[in-house]
C-alpha cells in the first residue's frame, strides 16, 4: 500500500528528532545514526514511497546542498595560506600518501575499481571538529594544526573527486580540455560574482549591514545566502560540474565577499541542522540497500577501513615534531581516519554519474557508518581533556623545578 508523501514525512521527522538524542546517548554522531533508522527503514517502508516521493528527495538533495555549502564556508584560504609550509606539505603528503597506500593495497592487490582506490584516500575534518571540542581543544594550537593539515588533505581529494567525476566519461585528453575550460569559466564566474557583490555592498552598505543582524525582520541575510548559493549551483550545472561541488564552491565564494558572517552562518546552520541535513542522511539510508550480494564487498569494505586507517598515522611524526606528547599525536592522526562527508559525498556522486552502481554504493555506505562508529571513539578515548593536559604539564614542570632546586641546595651544602 502506498503511504501519502505527508506520512512518510511524518516518520522522517520523527527520525530526526530521536536520531540525535540517541546518539548523544551512544557517544556516537548524529548523522550515523540518521543513515542507520533510514537504513533500517528502508526494509519496512514501501521502495515507492522512497524513491519517487518527490518532496523527500528534493529536500533531501537541499540538505545535501546546504551541508556543503557550510563544509565551504569553513575553507579559509587566507588562513591557509598564512599556516606554516610544513602543515601545507603535510596536508599534501598525507593524501599522497593515503592515495598511494589506497593504490597498492585496494588497486592492486584487491583489484577495486579507481572509486574505491580514491574512496581510500579520504580525509575530512567534518567529525575532528566535534571530537576536539568535547575535549576543548577547538581553538588551542594543537586543535588548529590538526585541522590544518585535514583541510588541505581534504581540498585534495575533492579536488580527485571532480576529476575522477570527469574522467570517468571521457578519455584523457577530452578530460583535460574539459577540466580546464570548466575550471576556467568557474574562475572568471566566481570572480565576476565577487566583484558583483562587492561593487553593491559598497554602493548600498546599509543592505550588506542587516547581513550581520539576528533580528532582522526580512531575514535579508538569509534570502541573500540562498540566492548566493543556488545561483553558484545552478551554474555548476550549466558547466556539467556536481552540484554539490558548486554548493562547496559556494560557500568558498560566500566566505571570500561576505566574511565569516556567523550570525548568518549561524542560523542557517540552525534551520539544516533541525530537518534539512538530518532528511538528507535519512533518505541516504532509505536508499542503501543491504542486499545479500552485498557480502562480496565485505573483504574490500574491510581492506578500506584499514586503508583510511594507517595511513593518517603519518601525521604522528608531524605532530610530535610540533612539540606535542605521544597521546596527543596518536589522538589527532586517529581523528582525521573517519571522512563521513567525504565518503557520503563520493557515493553521490558516484551514483548520479552513473559509474558505480547500487551495490558498490551501498557499501561505500557502509564503511561510512562504520569508520565514524570506530575511529571518533577511540581518538577521545585516547585524547585528554586540555584541562587535564594543562595540569599534568603544570605538574611536569613543577616537579623539574623542584629537581633542580634539589640539585643547587646539594652542591650548597657540599660547598
Known amino acids: 500500500?502506498?503511504?501519502?508523501?505527508?506520512?512518510?514525512?511524518?516518520?522522517?521527522?520523527?527520525?530526526?528528532?530521536?536520531?540525535?538524542?540517541?546518539?548523544?546517548?551512544?557517544?556516537?554522531?548524529?548523522?550515523?545514526?540518521?543513515?542507520?533508522?533510514?537504513?533500517?527503514?528502508?526494509?519496512?517502508?514501501?521502495?515507492?514511497?522512497?524513491?519517487?516521493?518527490?518532496?523527500?528527495?528534493?529536500?533531501?538533495?537541499?540538505?545535501?546542498?546546504?551541508?556543503?555549502?557550510?563544509?565551504?564556508?569553513?575553507?579559509?584560504?587566507?588562513?591557509?595560506?598564512?599556516?606554516?609550509?610544513?602543515?601545507?606539505?603535510?596536508?599534501?603528503?598525507?593524501?599522497?600518501?593515503?592515495?598511494t597506500t589506497s593504490w597498492f593495497l585496494l588497486g592492486h592487490l584487491a583489484g577495486a575499481s579507481t572509486i574505491w582506490v580514491l574512496t581510500g584516500a579520504a580525509t575530512s575534518v567534518g567529525i575532528t571538529v566535534p571530537v576536539l571540542h568535547v575535549r576543548g581543544w577547538m581553538g588551542d594550537r594543537f586543535g588548529r594544526d590538526v585541522l590544518m593539515v585535514g583541510t588541505v588533505a581534504e581540498i585534495c581529494y575533492l579536488v580527485a573527486l571532480n576529476v575522477l567525476s570527469v574522467a570517468s566519461r571521457h578519455d584523457s585528453g577530452v578530460t583535460t580540455v574539459l577540466l580546464g575550460t570548466r575550471a576556467l569559466g568557474f574562475v572568471v564566474f566566481a570572480l565576476l560574482v565577487v566583484g558583483f557583490v562587492r561593487r553593491i555592498r559598497s554602493r548600498v552598505p546599509r543592505h550588506f549591514h542587516r547581513w550581520f543582524l539576528r533580528d532582522d525582520p526580512l531575514e535579508v541575510g538569509l534570502r541573500g545566502t540562498f540566492a548566493m548559493l543556488f545561483v553558484v549551483v545552478a551554474f555548476s550545472g550549466v558547466m556539467r560540474i556536481p552540484s554539490v561541488m558548486g554548493a562547496l564552491l559556494a560557500g568558498v565564494i560566500f566566505r571570500s565577499v561576505i566574511g565569516r558572517a556567523k550570525t548568518i552562518v549561524e542560523r542557517l546552520t540552525s534551520v539544516a541542522n533541525a530537518f534539512l541535513i538530518p532528511l538528507f542522511f535519512l533518505s541516504v539510508g532509505l536508499q542503501t540497500s543491504l542486499r545479500a550480494d552485498l557480502i562480496g564487498l565485505w573483504p574490500v569494505v574491510g581492506a578500506v577501513l584499514v586503508v583510511l586507517s594507517i595511513p593518517r598515522l603519518v601525521v604522528l611524526p608531524y605532530l610530535r615534531r610540533r612539540g606535542y606528547s605521544w597521546r596527543l599525536a596518536l589522538a589527532g592522526s586517529v581523528s582525521l581516519m573517519a571522512p563521513l562527508t567525504l565518503l557520503v559525498t563520493t557515493a553521490q556522486i558516484g551514483r548520479s554519474g552513473g559509474f558505480i552502481g547500487a551495490k558498490n554504493y551501498a557499501a561505500i555506505i557502509v564503511v561510512a557508518v562504520v569508520s565514524t562508529i570506530i575511529f571518533p571513539s577511540v581518538a577521545r578515548g585516547i585524547l585528554p581533556h586540555r584541562r587535564e593536559e594543562a595540569q599534568r604539564i603544570e605538574e611536569a614542570t613543577s616537579t623539574d623545578t623542584s629537581s633542580v632546586e634539589d640539585v643547587d641546595d646539594s652542591v650548597g651544602e657540599s660547598s
Open 1 to 99: 500500500m502506498a503511504l501519502g508523501v505527508s506520512f512518510v514525512l511524518a516518520i522522517l521527522a520523527v527520525a530526526t528528532f530521536v536520531g540525535p538524542l540517541i546518539g548523544e546517548r551512544l557517544r556516537v554522531p548524529g548523522a550515523v545514526i540518521e543513515l542507520l533508522i533510514g537504513i533500517g527503514l528502508s526494509f519496512v517502508l514501501p521502495s515507492g514511497d522512497l524513491t519517487s516521493t518527490g518532496v523527500v528527495s528534493t529536500l533531501g538533495e537541499l540538505g545535501f546542498l546546504i551541508l556543503m555549502f557550510l563544509v565551504g564556508v569553513e575553507f579559509d584560504f587566507a588562513e591557509i595560506r598564512g599556516a606554516s609550509r610544513s602543515a601545507f606539505l603535510m596536508g599534501a603528503a598525507l593524501f599522497a600518501v593515503s592515495l
